[in-house]
């Protein structure tokens, strides 16, 4: 088959409640242990087209207007090709047939929130549409794994477990949907944006300095699967007041080990530790928590709570000098199929 649709996929961003940090194969983004996550809601999402034809002389790709280039220099660049050159060897597709990939993320580039979880999650489903592959979920979740790891994590909605896996060729390490999306609606992320600034160290590099150089990090993969286990049950309970408490303790225990590192990598800042603080003193003065923070690679905190407890949250956040803005967002479905096209098939370029 040479004549190819434009395909358009949209996939949410998540966040991990238990933690991934460090690989064991860092080619494949295996994970020393599993991690469990929100898959948020259309807020916080990327939408991706693509397009594969004969017409397109070069690969090319344009994330929020941007074009780059396929250089071995941008890693997260280099896995989209690889991956996108897996499947169209599995759909037979000839070599001669270029892809054009027009992804744009619903927030401002530069905002502070990673995107190449969505962005791989989209990209990855568009393509198998695309290319009429028909894949399971399972194994879209193992290639947008290999673009970056927590974006297997953004194929199935709702509440999901990423399994660490034990196979060396990283197909037992997928991600599959433990509850609906609709399963405990009132679940909410206050994505706090305390900084726009990129990060100094990519997360695909403090994976490994960490891992390769923390003491304390070797405790990390057996606490993580636990957590995961307790975690897992309090959810099924519907237990806010103990499962916030193994949020905190999980993200935490990922920057300690971080902090550990050689040389150290310290993502939190100032306003970080102010929204830290807000969140103690709020939950001191309820006498129990209603809101737990958690941080991935970066200063900008997500304040998991409930719905009812929204307006205390950002009340306390009224307190904290130097946020910059809030998103919020609840618990969403997986990557799907969308039909507003983000390339213009006439010119074959983007819209
Ligand atoms: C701190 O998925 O960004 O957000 O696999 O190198 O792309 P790569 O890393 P990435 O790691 C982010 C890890 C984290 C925690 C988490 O999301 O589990």
């Given at each position: 088959m040479e004549d190819f649709e434009i395909k358009t996929a949209l996939a949410s961003s998540n966040i991990a409640l238990i933690k991934y940090w460090g690989r064991r194969d860092s080619k494949l983004n295996l994970p020393f242990n599993s991690s469990l996550s929100l898959t948020l809601d259309g807020s916080i999402s990327t939408r991706t087209s693509v397009l594969f034809s004969r017409?397109?002389?070069?690969?090319a790709i344009y994330i929020d207007g941007k074009k780059?280039?396929?250089?071995?220099?941008?890693?997260?660049?280099?896995?989209?090709?690889?991956v996108v050159t897996a499947m169209k060897k599995l759909g037979n597709v000839n070599r001669?047939?270029?892809?054009?990939?027009?992804?744009?993320?619903?927030?401002?580039?530069?905002?502070?929130?990673?995107?190449?979880a969505s962005g791989g999650a989209a990209l990855v489903y568009a393509v198998n549409d695309a290319l009429g592959l028909d894949l399971s979920m399972r194994e879209l979740s193992i290639y947008a794994r290999e673009i970056s790891g927590s974006a297997c994590r953004s194929i199935p909605g709702g509440i999901v477990r990423w399994r660490r896996g034990k196979e060396k060729d990283g197909s037992d390490s997928y991600a599959e949907k433990m509850f609906d999306s609709s399963y405990?609606?009132?679940?909410?992320?206050l994505v706090v944006i305390v900084s726009n600034e990129?990060?100094?160290?990519?997360?695909?590099?403090?994976h490994d300095i960490t891992s390769s150089t923390s003491e304390l990090f070797s405790v990390r993969p057996a606490l993580a699967e636990k957590n995961i286990r307790i975690a897992t049950d309090l959810i099924r309970k519907k237990n806010f007041e103990r499962l916030g408490e193994i949020i905190m303790r999980d993200s935490n225990n990922m920057h300690a080990a971080m902090m550990d590192s050689w040389p150290p990598i310290i993502y939190l800042n100032d306003v970080s530790r102010a929204v830290i603080q807000a969140v103690e003193k709020l939950n001191g003065m309820e006498g129990r928590i209603i809101v737990a923070y958690t941080f991935d690679a970066g200063p900008n905190p997500h304040l998991i709570t409930l719905r009812g407890y929204e307006p205390k949250v950002e009340e306390a956040l009224k307190n904290v000098k130097g946020i910059k803005r809030v998103i919020k967002s609840s618990v969403g479905d997986g990557a799907k199929p969308v039909s507003e096209s983000l390339i213009d098939h006439a010119s074959l370029a983007p819209c």
């Open positions: 017409k397109i002389t070069n690969n780059f280039a396929l250089s071995g220099r941008n890693e997260k660049i280099s896995r989209i090709f690889k001669e047939v270029k892809v054009l990939i027009v992804s744009k993320n619903s927030f401002p580039m530069g905002a502070g929130i990673a995107s190449s405990w609606e009132e679940l909410r992320d990129k990060k100094r160290i990519s997360s695909s590099e403090g």
